[in-house]
């Protein structure tokens, strides 16, 4: 049984369910110790962009609010880390982080939908067949790793590819052999496992394991419901076998 769970999303988001709270009663129920909200992060979009799928700049301050304030209240049953599940944009990431530095942030933890970004590129998951597409998806997100900013790797095969097996492999390979050399932890992801998404890709673990690399695994909760640790969602304790994708516990979540 995980102790910790650094994956967790509030209706923030704007996809997902559940007050702050009961993700927290949940936690304690399924026998975590410490539990990080890590909501998608705001972005400081220029010309009147507005996202469907994060938070607004303007709710930051709540989101901390509100979990400072729960955090108090539950001190003496459960650990509770403020964080964010961040996009690397290049031309806003600075910007963003300086908002970031300002409030009482513990972590962040990166995870890439969009390539370059979310107003002109293209979403990971809609499924590709361009090796240029996936060359981009590897090389933004190791840039973004580049920045020493991440706790870890959230959904690192959240790429849909559908072309040549021996091109996902190659690219990916570039992306494992990053991950091994600078540490770089990758996510095992709950919510892609339990509602049958593409991902987390038995091959790319297969990979990542045999390339020597670490693992942790995230819930990704978006409704209370999905707070489970790994034996208790069907299927994923065989996944994990046969991926030899081990997950550890972390040890540093402060900025």
């Known amino acids: 049984m995980l102790k910790a769970n650094y994956h967790t999303h509030t209706p923030r988001c704007k996809h997902a369910e559940g007050s702050e709270r009961e993700y927290i009663e949940?936690?304690?129920?399924?026998?975590?110790?410490?539990?990080?909200?890590s909501d998608h992060t705001p972005q400081p979009f220029e010309g009147g962009f507005v996202s469907t799928i994060r938070m607004d700049m303007v709710e930051l301050d709540g989101y901390t609010d509100t979990l400072k304030a729960l955090r108090e209240e539950y001190a003496d049953r459960i650990d509770i880390r403020i964080g964010l599940e961040v996009e690397y944009y290049p031309r806003y990431f600075e910007k963003l982080m300086r908002e970031i530095r300002k409030r009482d942030i513990d972590y962040i933890i990166l995870g890439q939908h969009f390539v370059p970004e979310e107003e002109e590129g293209i979403y990971a998951g809609h499924g590709t067949d361009s090796e240029d597409e996936l060359a981009a998806y590897v090389d933004q997100v190791m840039e973004a790793l580049d920045t020493g900013e991440f706790m870890y790797l959230a959904h690192p095969d959240l790429i849909r590819y559908t072309g040549e097996h021996d091109t996902y492999i190659r690219h990916m390979t570039r992306l494992c052999e990053y991950a091994r050399d600078n540490g770089v932890m990758l996510e095992v992801n709950g919510l892609g496992f339990g509602t049958g998404r593409w991902y987390p890709r038995e091959d790319f673990f297969k990979l990542a394991s045999s390339?020597?690399?670490?693992?942790?695994?995230?819930?990704?909760?978006?409704?209370?419901?999905?707070?489970?640790?790994p034996e208790e969602l069907e299927g994923m304790m065989d996944f994990l076998k046969v991926t030899d994708a081990v997950p550890e516990e972390i040890q540093r979540i402060k900025m």
């Open 26 to 37: 949940a936690a304690i129920e399924h026998g975590f110790t410490v539990l990080g909200f």
């Open 211 to 229: 390339m020597g690399c670490r693992f942790v695994y995230g819930c990704d909760a978006h409704s209370p419901g999905q707070l489970l640790q």
